[in-house]
């Protein structure tokens, strides 16, 4: 005979009222992924050590450069919001004073509590952006992107600050009350006892997803590349490593299968490729910091993913199949194209905001073939970083003259009616920026279409 169910609210871990009182579930996380995870904590390049480090072992934090010595010196890292208040950060003039002690203006509560949490979890050292980059040195900074996706593929951990959005705020956020919004029911007979956990639907996309810091695009560069991450959302901490999605809502994990936030590295396959297109989308949707930086932004993930299959990497595109990759288009609200250079008009960090790109199916109805693709690059032998210039040749199959003649559908924002050999057509266009709308003028404009590729029905 079985009893009525109960339902309950989930209880926090932590009895008060801040993320910092539930650490102990974060170091049972940490040790769970550290002694029965195999497919975690896999140093991308265990001979790598980052230029500098924050050493945590003196009362007050202290930067370090020659770590070579350190043969094991694992790290933890951090991903963060740098805000609007203004702290000091490392300079070429500050270098020496930050080796004897790091000054108490530039560590900010976002930096100080992530301190807390990586000693807590026996961490000596861990790298911070604006204690480990030389900030007004253009080479250092050049330098040091490069390495990014080096430093958070072999960090051993990385502390997210996700519901902060300046880093006066901190990882330790108030919350009102010691419960959460899923719904335990347990139900019980003679011999069997169940209990079942009821998850709100998209629960992470809502307490996770939606926080400041997961608005930021190297937010998400950091959080593909680190093996392990603990994110400090507003309500609750996020556990995310390989094997493992857990939040305090759901301590022993929940599905996320199909969520793309970690890249197997070693995937020569089209996972690779989708895994990169899912990327780019994902990342065009965020916020920049400096969007001029778009290419040095994505260039850890780049460096990460590459592999044969993608081919030499140019310009946010892959060599590869290049010719289906070339049809990425912009959606959205069009901007102004940026005034300063950042790539060719073919290459995807060209424009701001939300891209769209995707590889063909079928690369044999291909109508267009690429021949030669040139880029210089600002620092040479760095073809992940900011580009000076670019051209690219290529032959195709049919070159058509349509006119563009008018919008079709002041509601519809992509449609418009063209018209080809004398007869009209309802089509979609989609410009790159406002500059290249050429739909709003009040004569036709001639244009010429190269089609890309045969549609699989002829
Ligand atoms: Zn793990």
């Given at each position: 005979m079985c009893t009525e169910p109960e339902v309950e609210a989930v209880p926090l871990?932590?009895?008060?009222?801040?993320?910092?009182?539930?650490?102990p579930m974060s170091k049972y996380w940490h040790n769970l992924c550290k002694t029965?995870?195999?497919?975690?904590?896999?140093?991308?390049?265990?001979t790598f050590k980052p230029t500098r480090l924050v050493d945590l072992t003196l009362p007050k934090p202290v930067l370090r450069t020659s770590?070579?010595?350190?043969?094991?010196?694992k790290f933890a890292t951090l991903s963060h919001c740098w805000g609007a208040t203004q702290y000091a950060v490392l300079t070429k003039d500050m270098l020496s004073s930050y080796l004897c002690q790091i000054p108490e203006?530039?560590?900010s509560k976002t930096f100080k509590e992530a301190m807390v949490v990586a000693k807590y979890l026996g961490f000596r050292y861990i790298w911070i952006d604006s204690l480990c980059?030389?900030?007004?040195?253009k080479d250092d900074w050049r330098h040091e992107s490069a390495l990014m996706s080096k430093v958070y593929g072999n960090s051993s951990f990385n502390i997210s600050a996700?519901?902060?959005?300046?880093?006066?705020?901190?990882?330790f956020l108030p919350r009102?009350?010691?419960?959460?919004d899923s719904r335990k029911i347990s139900t019980s007979s003679e011999c069997i006892k169940l209990q079942y956990m009821c998850l709100d639907y998209g629960f992470e996309h809502k307490r996770?997803?939606?926080?400041?810091?997961?608005?930021?695009g190297s937010a998400l560069q950091e959080r593909i590349l680190a093996s392990r991450i603990l994110h400090f959302a507003e309500s609750q901490l996020f556990w995310e490593c390989k094997e493992l999605h857990a939040c305090e809502e759901a301590p022993s994990g929940y599905d996320f299968r199909?969520?793309?936030?970690?890249?197997?590295?070693?995937?020569?396959?089209s996972e690779t490729q989708k895994g990169w297109q899912e990327l780019v989308s994902g990342y065009s949707a965020c916020e920049l910091t400096?969007?001029?930086d778009k290419l040095v932004a994505i260039s850890g993930l780049a460096q990460a993913v590459q592999n044969e299959l993608l081919g030499s990497y140019i310009a946010g595109l892959w060599r590869n199949d290049m010719e289906s990759q070339l049809g990425w288009y912009r959606f959205g609200s069009l901007e102004h194209r940026?005034?300063?250079?950042?790539?060719?008009?073919?290459?995807?960090?060209?424009v701001d905001g939300e891209i769209d790109l995707r590889y063909s199916?079928?690369?044999?109805?291909?109508l267009i073939r690429v021949h030669d693709v040139v880029v210089q690059g600002?620092?040479?032998?760095?073809?992940y970083g900011q580009v000076l210039s670019g051209t690219l040749s290529l032959s195709c199959e049919l070159l058509l003259p349509v006119d563009i003649i008018r919008?079709?559908?002041?509601?519809?924002?992509h449609s418009c009616v063209t018209r080809m050999d004398g007869k009209d057509f309802a089509s979609l266009l989609y410009p790159d920026s406002i500059e290249d709308?050429?739909?709003?003028?009040?004569h036709a404009i001639r244009v010429y279409l190269i089609p890309q590729e045969m549609s699989a029905q002829l």
């Amino acid at each position: 005979m079985c009893t009525e169910p109960e339902v309950e609210a989930v209880p926090l871990v932590g009895t008060t009222h801040s993320t910092s009182d539930d650490l102990p579930m974060s170091k049972y996380w940490h040790n769970l992924c550290k002694t029965t995870h195999q497919n975690c904590g896999i140093a991308v390049d265990s001979t790598f050590k980052p230029t500098r480090l924050v050493d945590l072992t003196l009362p007050k934090p202290v930067l370090r450069t020659s770590l070579g010595a350190d043969a094991d010196c694992k790290f933890a890292t951090l991903s963060h919001c740098w805000g609007a208040t203004q702290y000091a950060v490392l300079t070429k003039d500050m270098l020496s004073s930050y080796l004897c002690q790091i000054p108490e203006a530039a560590i900010s509560k976002t930096f100080k509590e992530a301190m807390v949490v990586a000693k807590y979890l026996g961490f000596r050292y861990i790298w911070i952006d604006s204690l480990c980059i030389i900030q007004d040195s253009k080479d250092d900074w050049r330098h040091e992107s490069a390495l990014m996706s080096k430093v958070y593929g072999n960090s051993s951990f990385n502390i997210s600050a996700a519901g902060a959005e300046d880093a006066s705020i901190g990882c330790f956020l108030p919350r009102a009350r010691n419960w959460l919004d899923s719904r335990k029911i347990s139900t019980s007979s003679e011999c069997i006892k169940l209990q079942y956990m009821c998850l709100d639907y998209g629960f992470e996309h809502k307490r996770l997803d939606d926080m400041p810091l997961m608005q930021r695009g190297s937010a998400l560069q950091e959080r593909i590349l680190a093996s392990r991450i603990l994110h400090f959302a507003e309500s609750q901490l996020f556990w995310e490593c390989k094997e493992l999605h857990a939040c305090e809502e759901a301590p022993s994990g929940y599905d996320f299968r199909g969520r793309k936030t970690k890249l197997d590295l070693d995937d020569a396959t089209s996972e690779t490729q989708k895994g990169w297109q899912e990327l780019v989308s994902g990342y065009s949707a965020c916020e920049l910091t400096d969007s001029k930086d778009k290419l040095v932004a994505i260039s850890g993930l780049a460096q990460a993913v590459q592999n044969e299959l993608l081919g030499s990497y140019i310009a946010g595109l892959w060599r590869n199949d290049m010719e289906s990759q070339l049809g990425w288009y912009r959606f959205g609200s069009l901007e102004h194209r940026p005034v300063e250079y950042r790539a060719p008009t073919w290459s995807l960090a060209s424009v701001d905001g939300e891209i769209d790109l995707r590889y063909s199916s079928a690369r044999e109805l291909s109508l267009i073939r690429v021949h030669d693709v040139v880029v210089q690059g600002v620092t040479d032998g760095d073809v992940y970083g900011q580009v000076l210039s670019g051209t690219l040749s290529l032959s195709c199959e049919l070159l058509l003259p349509v006119d563009i003649i008018r919008p079709e559908h002041k509601y519809r924002p992509h449609s418009c009616v063209t018209r080809m050999d004398g007869k009209d057509f309802a089509s979609l266009l989609y410009p790159d920026s406002i500059e290249d709308d050429i739909r709003k003028g009040s004569h036709a404009i001639r244009v010429y279409l190269i089609p890309q590729e045969m549609s699989a029905q002829l």
